[in-house]
């Protein structure tokens, strides 16, 4: 392969950014037709799949898309489980897809508590990398001059696992950061990163998350950028800095790796740039050392422009603490996808966090919407409207055909329609449908958290105890963030037996092992979600909950305790008459793999 001249490098980066602009304006402009084409791609595509023949759709015939349109149904998760089950398992005929499956894609979403897996063809890739080949273009307008340094991203892989039929599952990115699309990515001014791929790919999470912040140091100069995919990680990061930085100060003063850092490739990308450098050391330090670390992200990398960090759903929840520690740098949040399908990005990235849209870009996939309606029944396939029929201010639950084998698939995204990029709508984010609780990538729902709970005051009942009431907040004011469970006790009268710390201890324990394998594996292996805690509140707070919310209107007929509160009033009266805190003593049990096919037991469902 040729070598590129050093000399032409900006020109071609600015010919490319001028061509994808080109390119947003045109699919955005055109997007109804866009649609048409691709709905007319995938089922054209996907003909020989065995489940368009199931809902007699023919998908190379004429008038396919009518048919498509006219036939297919609403599908979650649970109707193609059985589907998925054979592809797990080695079933190579075309079930979903024409092409077929590379890999399963992990999601964060879960169904019967283990992580939901998004079968995907080796194609989709290059889509995903057309997604990311458009963020730096838009940037760039907002923020000129990012060709002239670095951006100091954290990446990190998860870990995987292989299907009985020999497929690998993992989540998106892990996918992504392992495909040549990433690792045989051509150089381009505008994407030079501080972290060395070793780095990334090293599937210790200390020794990635050390050689990284290391290498971001080394680079300091030349930074101007720092981000992670969520605003959770980089926080996680900055927590990490903040226990760390004597250690990374001490390498960077004689020039010497760390020794805990024992990987073999991360030694020597990391040695391929670290040299004795005091007067950088001396200045972390200075940056590091003082009593409060408001502001410390500009002055560890002072010529940072922007943080780069999805802030959007559950992550709203960190943009105080990231504002805190980025003294006032915008937060840029760019893009909008999932384990399904990547969706859009935000034309304007460097708009309060609270603004932003996503423009959902018509070649991805084929955009459906349910309009959201509070009190309605099951939603149905004659209530969906195409990407450029749905109404301004109006909400609607995201439906979406992929090319690798979704069809009419209920993401579970909530958006709103917030303006227009020429035809196509620009969606900001409103929930996910049923999440009570979140910190990262997991997300627990009421019904979850309530088997689990009721699962954990069985402990109780030795000592006469029994729960009255309880309810729940995600506290991200830590780092990293956790669980908090509101627990008010009825004793059994005179001959109740006090309940022993270690006895909340275990309930804490048991509603953690009883939810589901992506917060275990966040509390286990990644670490990103902090021991579950329990606060028992004293007798009759939740008839002060009750008064408190009468008070703000609501009707004695119809209120119920909330299971899932919100950091504000309420939880600071919850706080206000807290008796005693417990955490849950050690991390819950989780392994890689998907209990629906480990050990064979996929290959016993039923699958007609």
Not at 164 to 183: D, N, Q
Not at 505 to 522: F, G, I, K, P
Not at 590 to 605: D, E, H, L
Request: proline share 7%; aromatic share 10%; with cysteine.
């Amino acid at each position: 392969m040729p070598e590129e001249d050093p000399a032409a490098v900006p020109a071609m980066a600015a010919e490319a950014h001028r061509e994808a602009l080109e390119y947003i304006k045109h699919v955005t402009a055109c997007a109804g037709e866009v649609q048409r084409r691709v709905l007319a791609e995938i089922l054209e595509q996907n003909a020989p799949a065995e489940y368009l023949r199931r809902i007699g759709v023919t998908g190379d015939a004429p008038g396919a898309d009518e048919a498509f349109r006219r036939q297919a149904p609403l599908t979650t998760y649970e109707d193609i489980l059985p589907d998925v089950i054979r592809i797990a398992n080695g079933d190579t005929s075309p079930i979903l897809s024409g092409k077929p499956t590379y890999e399963f894609l992990t999601s964060s979403g879960t169904s019967g508590g283990e992580r939901k897996m998004m079968p995907a063809i080796a194609e989709e890739m290059d889509r995903r990398s057309q997604l990311y080949g458009l963020l730096m273009p838009v940037m760039s307008q907002a923020m000129p001059g990012l060709d002239k340094g670095k951006a100091m991203y954290l990446y990190f892989v998860k870990a995987e696992s292989k299907t009985p039929g020999g497929l690998p599952a993992r989540p998106v990115l892990t996918s992504y950061y392992k495909s040549r699309h990433f690792l045989e990515r051509p150089h381009d001014p505008y994407t030079v990163h501080t972290s060395p791929d070793e780095a990334i790919l090293c599937v210790d999470a200390y020794q990635s998350m050390y050689a990284q912040l290391l290498c971001g140091i080394v680079h300091r100069a030349d930074v101007l950028r720092v981000g992670a995919v969520f605003a959770s990680g980089f926080l996680r990061a900055i927590h990490f800095l903040e226990k760390h930085w004597r250690r990374l100060c001490r390498d960077i003063r004689t020039g010497e790796l760390d020794a805990e850092i024992t990987d073999p490739a991360v030694r020597a990308a990391v040695g391929r740039v670290l040299r004795a450098d005091p007067a950088l050391a001396d200045a972390i330090e200075d940056a590091c050392a003082r009593p409060s670390w408001q502001g410390v992200i500009r002055r560890v990398w002072p010529s940072t422009k922007y943080i780069d960090v999805i802030v959007t759903g559950a992550m709203a929840q960190y943009i105080p603490t990231m504002e805190y520690y980025g003294g006032g740098l915008p937060l840029a949040c760019t893009m909008y996808a999932s384990s399904e399908c990547y969706f859009g990005l935000n034309l304007n990235p460097i708009c309060n966090p609270v603004d932003v849209a996503y423009t959902l870009i018509p070649t991805m996939c084929y955009f459906e919407f349910l309009p959201v309606q509070s009190g309605s029944g099951e939603p149905d396939r004659r209530d969906l409207v195409g990407l450029v029929d749905v109404k301004l201010g109006r909400e609607y639950e995201l439906v979406v055909t992929t090319y690798s084998g979704l069809y009419r698939y209920r993401v579970g995204d909530v958006l709103r329609v917030a303006g227009f990029k020429n035809a196509a709508p620009m969606f900001s984010f409103v929930r996910r449908k049923n999440v009570a609780l979140s910190i990262d990538a997991d997300k627990t729902d009421e019904t979850e958290l309530h088997a689990a709970v009721s699962r954990a005051v069985q402990h109780l009942d030795p000592f006469g105890a029994s729960l009255v009431e309880y309810t729940s907040y995600a506290d991200a004011s830590t780092i990293p963030g956790h669980y908090v469970l509101f627990w008010e006790l009825r004793d059994g009268g005179t001959t109740t037996t006090p309940v022993p710390a270690s006895v909340f201890e275990d309930c804490c324990l048991a509603v953690e092992e009883a939810l589901n394998s992506v917060y275990r594996q966040c509390r286990a292996a990644d670490r990103s979600v902090g021991p579950l805690e329990i606060r028992v509140v004293s007798s009759g707070t939740f008839d002060k909950l009750m008064d408190y919310a009468l008070s703000r209107g609501a009707s004695i007929n119809q209120y119920k305790a909330p299971r899932c509160v919100r950091p504000g009033p309420v939880v600071e009266l919850l706080d206000g008459r807290v008796e005693g805190r417990y955490f849950s003593p050690k991390c819950p049990k989780w392994s890689p793999g998907n209990k629906q096919w480990i050990g064979g037991n996929a290959k016993k469902m039923d699958t007609s």
